[in-house]
């Protein structure tokens, strides 16, 4: 991970796709984790830091990632993130030119815990819940296109899903219909752009994370 932003009460960091977010059956350290030992070490912080999970990117998805640092930047921003205060923008990496250079895709989507997985659907279904996102096809490469996606709602891996259900399942993502895995598990989903209201100063904070290294993601043509 590397730190893009850092103020008394927020810290945005770029996570790497290895990377999650919160501990969880795995064992494996957590982001959280990791960036509760920076804070610790860079301000020298005796006993425990506080460090509020305010949302969650997939492990396999790279990209922007924000934590409070307080009580209060927490609530306010756990606030935001429900009401859909915080834009949020992400770049995917797709091998089918979508039909519809831009558009609006809608489905209602159905959560299987058991397989870690949603399902859309066009029309709306028990437990169902809708999904919307804006997509724009903005680059392309000899095998690849690059989307810029806008989540207008933020469901259980609703942009893996939504993309697959329009035939443009993302790069790598094995679990949503690519033919083949990233050789470093990675699936070529991004969180390259948040903007929001800071919390406590009330500015306009709005970031962008650097891409992932390697000739993929940076050898696009861009429209």
Excluded at 155 to 161: A, D, E, L, S, V
Excluded at 181 to 209: M, Q, W, Y
Aim: charged share 25%; aromatic share 8%.
């Amino acid at each position: 991970m590397t730190v893009v932003y850092e103020d008394n009460h927020i810290i945005v960091v770029n996570k790497t796709a290895s990377e999650i977010v919160q501990g969880d059956k795995t064992g494996d350290t957590p982001l959280s984790e990791t960036v509760k030992e920076y804070i610790k070490v860079k301000y020298n912080k005796p006993g425990n830091v506080f460090l509020g999970v305010t949302h969650r990117l997939d492990r396999p998805v790279s990209g922007l990632v924000v934590f409070a640092k307080t009580s209060k930047a927490l609530s306010r921003l756990n606030d935001m993130f429900r009401l859909g205060e915080v834009k949020k923008t992400y770049w995917a990496i797709v091998k089918e030119r979508p039909k519809e250079l831009e558009g609006e895709l809608t489905h209602w989507l159905v959560r299987n815990e058991k397989q870690n997985k949603s399902y859309a659907y066009d029309t709306e279904k028990p437990n169902s819940k809708k999904a919307i996102l804006r997509y724009k096809l903005i680059g392309h490469s000899q095998n690849y296109h690059l989307l810029e996606v806008d989540l207008q709602t933020g469901r259980h891996h609703q942009i893996r899903c939504q993309l697959a259900k329009m035939g443009c399942p993302i790069k790598g993502d094995l679990k949503y219909g690519s033919p083949r895995s990233n050789p470093d598990g990675s699936i070529c989903l991004h969180a390259r752009r948040i903007t929001f209201i800071h919390p406590v100063s009330k500015e306009v904070i709005d970031l962008k994370a650097p891409l992932p290294s390697g000739n993929l993601w940076n050898g696009f043509e861009m429209k």
